[in-house]
């Protein structure tokens, strides 16, 4: 789409201006106009600009006119005293939502290219990536991943978004990584618990053991080996045990016996000395015997009772006696054997329940690193099915290649290419370009820049300030 004829009347610093659809140089001193005629035709386009005052001072009413050889025809017309003028037409027709269709005709890039020569390499990149046209929406994204990655910014090329979800410091990155760490750090303590659980463990095994029934036979056997050393013990020491019950009675009989003739041979001395009392004393001498056989009754029923209480106590023990003591040793070593055992069940557990959660992340982690190699495959997939809309043009990890070299390693001269390149974007659209202060340019570039426009095929209207006094438009 080219343009036939532009018309401006009282805008900016323009009072009349009329032009057709050749390629041209506007050159002159600051305040001749030149810039008004690319701002004049911004305006056109986007209804809008950076200027304060659009109309010309003293004027009421500013007007630019803009046709193509399709059919298309802007005209605008901006006022002082009433609401602003604008008719967007095609074929004759007026276009529904002007502003909305004229977006669709041109792309700021074209408004200024050389600007894209200073903006920062993200910026640049970001650009030439929109370029790449491939249709996609939040459906496709979920369709890929299963979800919708909250990481990422989807005001981007669908590229840089690729880029992002698998970056990284994309969570899909970062939570396999943190799996990967989890799951070494559970391995070495599956390894520490295995080196401190015996070889061939069999955990039902040692669950299952009651180890409470040997220990209640360990402590029948001894109780017993110890009944069966107390029969023995008592069995075999009752003539002495006898013994010394008939010594403890004749020692207290020797005694009573020594102590009533002692008693005897006083009373006899007292009967001497004392005659008058010899009748009394004779009654209580006759009266010594009886007293003597009393207490000694008592002695012999004690003696009785200790020797039928001890004979008693031997005959609980005589069914042992002829028994041999049980060893225990080996018991008290099964027991000990099943102490330990039973000591590792719950590390064993502990560790069944990590070899259970390590396959759980390896799963994760494998999912995750499935959705990371997704993200860097589909690039390639996209790129060799979309139109690809510079010459050279590749992506790597979401960064644009020409020919091989990011951006900041082209020559200015590569990068002046690049700008008509990357402002051409709409093969259907609006085919002009607009270059403000060429001056800024040597002249091998700006020559260079001029004939690249030319061998594209565009319209371009370029700005020189110089030292002249009027505005000269040069055709080109």
Known sequence: MNITKIRIRNLFGITEYEGDGSSIELSGKNGTGKTSVLDAIKYALKNKSDRKYIVKNGALEGEILIETDTGLRINRKARTNQADYKSVKNNGAEVGSPETFLKDVFTDLQLNPVEFMGMTEKQQNAIILDMIEYPWDMKKIKEWFGEIPSWVSYDQNILCVLNDIQSENGEYFRNRTDISRDIRNKKAFIQEIADNIPPNY???TWETANIGELYQKIERIRKDNETITKAKTLLDSRDSKVRKFEADREIKAAALNREFENRKVQIEKDIIRYQEQIKAWELEKDGLLDKQSDKMAVIEKEYEANVAQYDAEVEAYKEFKDKEVEDVSELVSQAEEMEKMKAHINEYHRMIHLQNEVEELAYKTQNLTNLIEKARSLPGEILANCNIPIEGLTV??????????????????EKLDLCIDVAIQNPKGLQIILID???RLSTEWKERLYEKCKNKGLQFIATRTTDDEDLTVVEL
């Not at 979401?398 to 900041?408: A, D, E, H, R, Y």
Request: aromatic share 0%; net charge negative; proline share 8%.
């Open 202 to 204: 069999d955990v039902n």
């Open 396 to 413: 790597n990890d979401g960064t644009p290649l020409i020919n091989g070299l990011p951006i900041s390693n082209l020559s200015d001269g």
């Open 437 to 439: 202060g060429v001056e």
